[in-house]
């Protein structure tokens, strides 16, 4: 059985290159960003009830690539309705000003 691929180059699996994610980028106190777009718990504030599993990284970039498939499979599986986060808004802004006055005079 020859060592290398129809390429020349030699097959092989590289664990170093596929389970090392890139050096994490810290973007508030409690969150870090690995992958473009990919933001997660610091894993340092997790250690104490979680355990850490390393993922390779195509796997990572696959269930991050995947995660509005699978939404919009809950959505249509379990969700009556779906609700956005600016109607939430919109809805909160409206409660906020149908107040009668009383209470916290700060908003």
Do not use: C
């Not at 590289?14 to 106190?29: F, G, I, K, L, W």
């Not at 796997?59 to 991050?64: A, G, K, N, T």
């Not at 499979?73 to 379990?78: D, G, P, Y």
């Amino acid at each position: 059985m020859s060592d290398r691929s129809g390429n020349g180059m030699p097959i092989g699996y590289r664990y170093a290159e596929q389970n090392t994610p890139p050096e994490p980028t810290r973007v508030s106190d409690v969150a870090v960003t690995t992958h473009e777009h990919q933001f997660e718990v610091d894993p340092r504030l997790m250690e104490r009830w979680v355990l850490q599993q390393q993922f390779p990284n195509w796997d990572s970039l696959r269930i991050m690539n995947s995660r509005f498939d699978h939404l919009e499979w809950i959505h249509r599986h379990f969700a009556s309705r779906v609700v956005t986060g600016s109607e939430l808004l919109a809805e909160v802004d409206a409660e906020d000003g149908k107040g009668d006055g009383e209470g916290d005079s700060t908003r």
